[in-house]
């Protein structure tokens, strides 16, 4: 069922969701030398980092979000039924690494969320965490269309953010050697991916409420592959977006946009193209593709709705960013419509929003002007 977004928010290495967008338009890239220590040993040495993030830096981040979107949106928790759900990839997972080396407890309420958005939001009736990959923010969006179809909520406060951990700094560390110095989705010379600091927050609310909204959430689908535990897989993520086109009661050839996953890794680049032609080109759509990741790094839990973020302002401003770091489109690529360069003018009827985790597990939104 449509639902509408009436207020959002996010906090990237390049600032606010404006100044996000202006540093996108520009083709700028937020990587910055790795602060975390030890980075020469986990063979990672570079980041994109937010402003003042450790220690709990997640949570911090959220709430600032969540204040901004209900602010935007002016919600009243007084008198709606409101709930928030969070999504994440590792929750404060960070404050638990320096528990394992320092022998110094962290509060456990603080490794939640419920705290975080308590303190910006106190009429809220639940906060719900759902930590499901890198697609989190796409699920919990997915789960308040249901809520509000359902009326189980008035308004659902949608929110999502991680930060970066040593473990997952670890991991990414053996993709390439030597380092990799920035993230280049859809590149042929790409070197992987770089982990990002980043939260988002959307307030979002029934298709028929009287606010002034940013924009319409059309439909969301969802699919679980569990093929392999980091592969994407070209199946499951077509089911995803044949989902949410099911959903929306639209057709894949009226989309004119895509904000891509583009995690800039040998895997996901091709499947993603295997994927949006399988499913959007070959039912007569030619979309624009644009992804961020080369600006603001891969923010994990939080990729999605920074993505549903800039899918808003692309619609409000007739403006699509390029996709930084793209020079030469990979050969899955070919004949795809990357934004490449430079800003294009497009006023998109239909935008998808991909977000593609560890697992296979997949949330493709579809959005348009309200």
């Given at each position: 069922?449509?639902?509408?977004v009436?207020?959002?928010?996010v906090?990237?290495?390049?600032?606010?969701?404006?100044?996000?967008?202006a540093?996108?338009?520009s083709?700028?890239?937020?990587?910055?030398?790795?602060?975390?220590?030890?980075?020469p040993?986990?063979?990672?040495?570079?980041?994109?980092?937010?402003?003042?993030?450790?220690?709990?830096g997640a949570?911090?981040?959220?709430?600032?979000?969540?204040?901004e979107?209900?602010?935007?949106?002016?919600?009243?928790?007084?008198?709606?039924?409101?709930?928030?759900?969070v999504?994440?990839?590792?929750?404060?997972?960070?404050?638990?690494?320096?528990?394992?080396?320092?022998?110094?407890?962290?509060?456990?309420?603080?490794?939640?969320?419920?705290?975080?958005?308590?303190?910006?939001?106190?009429?809220?009736?639940?906060?719900?965490?759902?930590?499901?990959?890198?697609?989190?923010?796409?699920?919990?969006?997915a789960?308040a269309?249901?809520?509000?179809?359902?009326?189980?909520?008035d308004?659902?406060?949608?929110?999502?953010?991680?930060?970066?951990?040593r473990?997952?700094?670890?991991?990414?560390?053996?993709?390439?050697?030597?380092?990799?110095t920035?993230v280049?989705?859809?590149?042929?010379e790409?070197?992987?991916?770089?982990l990002?600091?980043?939260?988002?927050?959307?307030?979002?609310?029934?298709?028929d409420?009287?606010?002034?909204?940013?924009?319409?959430?059309?439909?969301?689908g969802?699919?679980?592959?569990?093929r392999?535990?980091?592969?994407?897989?070209?199946?499951?993520?077509?089911?995803?977006?044949r989902d949410?086109?099911?959903?929306?009661?639209?057709?894949?050839?009226?989309t004119?946009?895509?904000?891509?996953?583009?995690?800039?890794t040998?895997?996901?680049?091709?499947?993603?193209?295997?994927?949006?032609?399988?499913?959007?080109?070959?039912?007569?759509?030619?979309?624009?593709?644009?992804?961020v990741?080369?600006?603001?790094?891969?923010?994990?839990?939080?990729?999605?709705?920074?993505?549903?973020?800039?899918?808003?302002?692309?619609?409000a401003?007739?403006?699509?960013?390029?996709?930084?770091?793209?020079?030469?489109?990979?050969?899955?690529?070919?004949?795809?419509?990357?934004?490449v360069?430079?800003f294009v003018?497009?006023?998109?009827?239909l935008?998808?929003?991909?977000?593609?985790?560890?697992?296979?597990?997949?949330?493709?939104?579809?959005?348009?002007?309200?």
């Amino acid at each position: 069922m449509p639902a509408l977004v009436t207020g959002s928010a996010v906090r990237t290495c390049l600032g606010d969701g404006q100044r996000t967008f202006a540093a996108l338009l520009s083709g700028a890239c937020g990587a910055t030398p790795l602060r975390h220590p030890g980075g020469p040993l986990l063979n990672v040495s570079h980041g994109y980092h937010a402003a003042g993030t450790a220690p709990f830096g997640a949570a911090r981040m959220l709430s600032a979000c969540v204040a901004e979107a209900v602010a935007a949106s002016g919600l009243d928790t007084g008198r709606r039924r409101v709930t928030a759900l969070v999504g994440t990839g590792l929750r404060e997972l960070g404050a638990v690494e320096e528990f394992a080396l320092s022998g110094v407890r962290p509060p456990r309420s603080k490794l939640h969320f419920a705290e975080a958005v308590r303190r910006v939001l106190p009429g809220v009736t639940d906060v719900i965490t759902v930590s499901n990959a890198c697609s989190a923010g796409g699920h919990v969006l997915a789960l308040a269309e249901d809520m509000l179809a359902l009326g189980d909520a008035d308004a659902v406060v949608v929110a999502a953010a991680d930060t970066m951990t040593r473990s997952m700094l670890a991991m990414i560390g053996r993709v390439s050697d030597p380092p990799t110095t920035r993230v280049r989705p859809f590149d042929r010379e790409r070197t992987g991916v770089l982990l990002g600091d980043g939260a988002a927050a959307l307030v979002v609310e029934p298709a028929d409420a009287s606010r002034p909204a940013l924009a319409r959430v059309a439909g969301t689908g969802l699919s679980c592959d569990a093929r392999h535990e980091t592969a994407p897989d070209v199946d499951g993520i077509c089911r995803a977006m044949r989902d949410a086109y099911a959903r929306a009661g639209r057709e894949p050839s009226e989309t004119d946009l895509v904000i891509a996953h583009g995690t800039g890794t040998a895997l996901n680049d091709p499947a993603e193209c295997r994927a949006l032609r399988e499913v959007v080109d070959a039912a007569g759509g030619s979309p624009l593709i644009t992804a961020v990741k080369g600006a603001v790094g891969h923010t994990s839990g939080a990729a999605a709705l920074v993505n549903v973020d800039v899918a808003i302002r692309c619609l409000a401003t007739g403006l699509v960013p390029p996709v930084a770091g793209l020079r030469t489109i990979l050969a899955e690529g070919a004949g795809l419509r990357f934004v490449v360069g430079d800003f294009v003018g497009l006023r998109p009827r239909l935008v998808q929003v991909n977000a593609f985790g560890f697992g296979g597990v997949n949330a493709v939104s579809l959005l348009e002007a309200s």
